[in-house]
C-alpha cells in the first residue's frame, strides 16, 4: 500500500513538474511610448502621420521550454498602432511641427513597422537569455521630396524563470519605445520636414 502512494506521488510531481516546464501560447498587449522631452526645431510646420504594420505575420517567436513549438509570442498590429500613433504624433508636437488629418498637409510622416522578433536562448545554466528587436521603416514626402530610414532596437535580458505575461508584455513595450526614440534621434527627419 505503501509502494502505491509513493509511486502515485511519484508520477504527479513527475506530471505538476512538466506542466510547470509547458509555456501557453501569448498575444502580447505592448505600449510603446517615447520618454523625455524633444527640442523644438520647428514653426508649425503641417505634417500627416500614418502608422502601419508591415510584418507578414503576428509571430514574434516562441516562449520557450519543453513546448516551443505550441507557445507564440504574438502581437496583432491592432493592440499597439494608436498607440503608435499617439507617440509619433507627440513627438512631432514637441518638435513644433503642426499634426493634420491625412490629405490635408505637405507632408506626409509614414511609420511601418517591419519587424518584431522575440527569442529564448536556454543556456547550460539556470539563466536563460531573452532577446527581442523592433524595426521601423520610416518614409517621408514633401514637395516632391522623399525621405527614408529604417531604426532598429534590441534588447537582451536574462531570466531564471520564463518571462510572465506582464513581464512580456513590458518587454515588447520597451524594444518598441526604443526603436521609436531612435527615430526622433535622426536629425534628418526634423530637418527634412522643417525645410
Same mark, same amino acid.
Request: include cysteine.
Given at each position: ?74 502581437? =496583432? %498590429? +491592432? &493592440?499597439? #498602432?494608436?498607440?503608435? !500613433? ?6 512631432? *508636437?514637441? /518638435? ?25 536562448? =536556454? %543556456? +547550460? &545554466?539556470? #539563466?536563460?537569455?531573452? !532577446? ?6 520610416? *518614409?517621408? /514626402? ?27 508584455? +513590458? ?15 535622426? /536629425? ?8
Amino acid at each position: 500500500m505503501q509502494y502505491r502512494i509513493m509511486k502515485l506521488l511519484a508520477v504527479l510531481a513527475l506530471a505538476s513538474g512538466l506542466a510547470a516546464c509547458g509555456l501557453s501560447p501569448q498575444q502580447a498587449r505592448p505600449e510603446p511610448r517615447l520618454s523625455g522631452q524633444l527640442a523644438k526645431v520647428a514653426a508649425g510646420q503641417r505634417v500627416s502621420v500614418h502608422i502601419s504594420d508591415g510584418r507578414s505575420s503576428p509571430v514574434l517567436g516562441s516562449r520557450g521550454g519543453l513546448y516551443g513549438d505550441s507557445n507564440a509570442l504574438s502581437v =496583432e %498590429g +491592432r &493592440t499597439f #498602432m494608436p498607440r503608435l !500613433q499617439a507617440e509619433v504624433e507627440a513627438g512631432l *508636437r514637441m /518638435r513644433g511641427f503642426d499634426i493634420q488629418p491625412q490629405g490635408q498637409a505637405p507632408a506626409t510622416f509614414d511609420l511601418q513597422v517591419t519587424g518584431l522578433t522575440y527569442a529564448v536562448t =536556454e %543556456g +547550460r &545554466t539556470v #539563466m536563460s537569455d531573452v !532577446q527581442l528587436t523592433a524595426t521601423y521603416l520610416v *518614409r517621408l /514626402r514633401k514637395d516632391g521630396r522623399n525621405y527614408e530610414g529604417s531604426y532598429t532596437a534590441k534588447l537582451k535580458k536574462k531570466f531564471v524563470k520564463p518571462p510572465t505575461d506582464k513581464a512580456n508584455d +513590458r518587454l515588447v513595450s520597451m524594444v518598441m519605445s526604443d526603436a521609436l526614440q531612435r527615430v526622433f534621434e535622426d /536629425r534628418g527627419i526634423s530637418d527634412f520636414l522643417a525645410r
